[in-house]
């Protein structure tokens, strides 16, 4: 028997990457899997590789930054299983800009999916984890929110809130008895960074992949990360292990941040 068995997930931008490996991982521990993502398509492909598997998945069309999706996705869920037990907080964008050059509009794109979109998701969630008095709720933040990064400005910033939000959201839903925690991975190799790597490239005219693999140099575990290496720990958040724990955020990067 799993250690997620009879548990009703949601994870966000589960079509790919992270949230993909997470869904795959809960599932295999006996979870119900909602796969929500802006792209349906990949979160189809995703749910029907878990039923494949022999686990059970669906999937939603999610934009997050639109607090009503939010709202009316929870209260889907709630009305089909009867209950919502675990919410991760995994979908969120990238930005490589300069400080002079990061625009209004950019900031707001970067927040809405980040911290706007993350946050009214978690109000969402914390309903019937509240009426039920448990509940587990994990957000991607990252190391880029523990240290600041001159062309990364915008998003350390909201991966940044995404820890603060974790705290207080711990504190307010201690005493219904759900745990809110968070996981700060380092250079995990996804579409993500293909993306990041791009747009650090044309800023300094690094070739493609350069800089993914200048920022494998000083990782104290020898290696940059895939998308796996989160997988145990977010399994762990979900489960009754992770009773005592509230408020925290794990770094998962191969000791790149050591305090
Ligand atoms: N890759 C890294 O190095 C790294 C490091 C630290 C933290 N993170 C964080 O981990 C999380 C997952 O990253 P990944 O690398 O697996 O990314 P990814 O690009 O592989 O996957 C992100 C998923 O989120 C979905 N998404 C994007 N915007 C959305 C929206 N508005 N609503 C719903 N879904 C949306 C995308 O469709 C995609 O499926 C992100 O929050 C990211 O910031 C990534």
Known sequence: ???LENKIAIITGAASGMGKAMALGYAREGAHVVIADLNLEGANAVAEEIKQAGGSASAKALNVANPEESKALVEDVVK???????????AGIGLIKS???TTPQEWDRIFNVNVKGLFFLTQAACEPMRKQ???????MASIAGRRGEALVSAYCASKAT????TQSVAMAMAPYGVNVNAMAPGIV?????????KQFGEITGKAEGETFQDAAHGIPL???SVADDVVP??????????????GQTYNVEGGMVMS
């Not at 089909?80 to 995994?90: F, K, S």
């Not at 008095?133 to 957000?139: L, V």
């Not at 995404?162 to 939000?165: D, G, K, L, N, Q």
């Not at 720990?233 to 509230?246: E, V």
């Open 233 to 246: 720990l977010a399994i762990f958040l979900a489960s009754a292990g992770s009773d005592y724990i509230t």
């Open 162 to 165: 995404v820890i603060s939000i």
């Open 189 to 197: 190799d996804t579409p993500y960074w293909k993306e990041v790597d």
């Open 99 to 101: 400080v002079q050059e």
């Open 222 to 224: 020898g290696r940059t």
């Open 80 to 90: 089909e299983h009867g209950h919502l037990d675990i919410l991760v907080n995994n």
């Open 133 to 139: 008095r448990s509940g587990k709720i994990i957000s």
């Open 1 to 3: 028997m799993g250690t």
